[in-house]
T-cell receptor, first 113, second 112 residues
Framework: DQQVKQNSPSLSVQEGRISILNCDYT??????FLWYKKYPAEGPTFLIS?????DKNEDGRFTVFLNKSAKHLSLHIVPSQPGDSAVYFC????????????FGKGTHLIIQP | DAGVIQSPRHEVTEMGQEVTLRCKPI?????LFWYRQTMMRGLELLIY????????DSGMPEDRFSAKMPNASFSTLKIQPSEPRDSAVYFC??????????FGSGTQLSVL
């Protein structure tokens, strides 16, 4: 049973437009959420995170929104750039991350020129 | 810092053979994690260690899989005997408590 779900395996967006990646979770105990970015032949790298006490966190072109009542979070990238083409993993954890992260299956974002 | 170092980068083996994957975590990190990535299941947590002690191995698929961490700077994940369904990318990751997770570049395992 997938506790973290990314229902879009891929997403194609034009350069300069907004990319919106979605993630849903089922475990109400999750209280910390993260997005990781992965290029081919590399390991995932941390992108941005949000605590359940917030509903928004922004870092440059990247913003993560959390809707606890809907158990939904989203990552917005604006404007999208060619270097943003990668696989994006949503992850969640309990208690700030004392144990391992639970990841979704990932969304492959393709930025078209 | 060199980051999390995994070896080998690629491993091709035949069904039934023993496979050993290796990981050197970032110095000073007291948590080490082994993940497996497949198209069907995404990134799955297999096992993690805290201060070299296995804490949760509930993600290990079956008894053919075993992991050890003999000291703070080295861990192994062993599959014996290997099967074609074990083909995946295996990632090692490490971190300090409540800090972000750093991943290695992974080992691409192909079992023929």
């Amino acid at each position: 049973d997938q506790q973290v779900k990314q229902n879009s395996p891929s997403l194609s967006v034009q350069e300069g437009r907004i990319s919106i990646l979605n993630c849903d979770y089922t475990n109400s105990m999750f209280d910390y959420f993260l997005w990781y970015k992965k290029y081919p032949a590399e390991g995932p790298t941390f992108l941005i995170s949000i605590s359940s006490i917030k509903d928004k966190n922004e870092d440059g072109r990247f913003t993560v929104f959390l809707n606890k009542s809907a158990k939904h979070l989203s990552l917005h990238i604006v404007p999208s750039q060619p270097g943003d083409s990668a696989v994006y993993f949503c992850a969640a954890t309990v208690g700030g991350g004392a144990d391992g992260l639970t990841f979704g299956k990932g969304t492959h974002l393709i930025i078209q020129p | 810092d060199a980051g999390v170092i995994q070896s080998p980068r690629h491993e091709v083996t035949e069904m039934g053979q023993e496979v050993t994957l290796r990981c050197k975590p970032i110095s000073g990190h007291d948590y080490l994690f082994w993940y497996r990535q497949t198209m069907m299941r995404g990134l799955e947590l297999l096992i993690y260690f805290n201060n070299n002690v296995p804490i949760d191995d509930s993600g290990m698929p079956e008894d053919r899989f075993s992991a050890k961490m003999p000291n703070a700077s080295f861990s192994t994940l062993k599959i014996q005997p290997s099967e074609p369904r074990d083909s995946a990318v295996y990632f090692c990751a490490s971190r300090r408590f409540n800090e972000k997770l750093f991943f290695g570049s992974g080992t691409q395992l192909s079992v023929l």
